[in-house]
């Protein structure tokens, strides 16, 4: 009898345990992808811990690919994407929700030794995609004529990611169209560029400016687009030199769109979890409110009430 009701009180406690670990993986939300969203991610994630500090998270960048693939894999509860959702990963069953926006701006060293004619002038559409896409400029005195020789070094990006696929959308391409060499993640990209005199590339504009001064990189600089190639920066064009007019430029659309962009959470479906489910919500409500002191552009309030009858039917 002894033994019988002791073998009962170790089932039950191994029932319970099993309930209670469940429970706690239940409360875990697993989010990857885009670099470009990863910082917003992981301020609302430490803000909404102090509010529900029985909520994990584990929250990794690696790309916009990595992101959509581990969410269509089940590997995470939210993938983090930075550009368009395509029609065939809504076929494979993407679930997907804006949240912000931000840009991709065309990024040079401060050390450009045309640095000051390139402010003035700017660059147009046709000239980047013949530095990205066709690779037929390669110097800097193409552009600038009469000039020195600066050998033109393009970097791109190597992992799949939005920022690369906006940015070659931008001059009707797509990421595998992009020439030069390729850098894994934001952070490096902006490194390579800001060391290389003669060096181009692209980054996402939390990567560009200091979000606390709204100051840009000192080692880097963003090429102005000349939007109406007229041939000079027009003070519209001219917003670049803080972080706060490029937002605001984002904002009422003076910077075109690509590279302007809305920023993601995507699922294999719809989420079901109701750790996963209550955080977004959060972030789209609760949270709007920490995106301009983040580095971010809000979406609109259609959008947001629209994504939210999404989540919640």
């Known amino acids: 009898m002894k033994n019988s009701i002791f073998t009962y009180f170790i089932i039950s406690l191994l029932a319970l345990s099993s309930c209670v670990s469940k429970e706690q993986k239940e409360q875990t939300i697993n989010i990857s992808g885009a670099f470009a969203l990863y910082p ?8 909404y811990q102090k509010e529900h500090p029985e909520v994990r998270f584990n929250i990794s960048a690696g790309g ?3 992101g959509m693939t581990d969410a269509l894999s089940g590997t995470v509860d939210i993938g983090l994407v930075s550009r368009e959702i395509s029609p065939e990963e809504i076929t494979n069953g993407a679930w997907f929700l804006g949240l912000c926006k931000d840009a991709v701006l065309p990024t040079i060293s401060a050390d450009n030794p045309y640095l000051d004619s390139i402010s003035k002038r700017g660059l147009t559409k046709a000239e980047l995609t013949a530095i990205f896409i066709e690779g037929t400029i390669t110097d800097w005195n193409q552009i600038f004529k009469g000039g020195k020789s600066v050998k033109m ?4 990006r190597s992992d799949a990611c939005g920022a690369a696929d906006v940015w070659a959308g931008y001059m009707g391409g797509k ?3 992009l020439k030069g060499i390729g850098i894994n993640g934001d952070p490096a990209l902006a490194e390579a560029v800001a060391k290389d005199a003669g060096g181009i590339a692209f980054n996402n504009t939390i990567f560009v400016y200091d979000i606390k001064t709204g100051k840009k990189n000192t080692k880097m600089e963003v090429l102005p687009l000349d939007k109406n190639e007229n041939g000079k920066i027009d003070p519209e064009e001219n917003f670049y030199g803080a972080f706060g007019t490029v937002l605001e430029a984002i904002s009422n659309g003076n910077f075109p769109s690509p590279p302007a962009r809305e920023l993601y959470f995507v699922a294999k479906g719809k989420p079901t979890k109701d750790a996963t489910i209550q955080f977004v919500e959060w972030c789209l409500t609760e949270g709007q409110k920490y995106v301009k002191d983040a580095g971010y552009v809000p979406i609109s309030q259609e959008k947001i009430d629209a994504y939210l009858l999404m989540l919640n039917n």
């Open 40 to 47: 917003m991610v992981v301020q609302w994630s430490e803000i």
């Open 64 to 66: 916009a690919g990595k």
């Open 153 to 156: 070094q393009v970097y791109t």
């Open 175 to 177: 990421q595998e169209n």
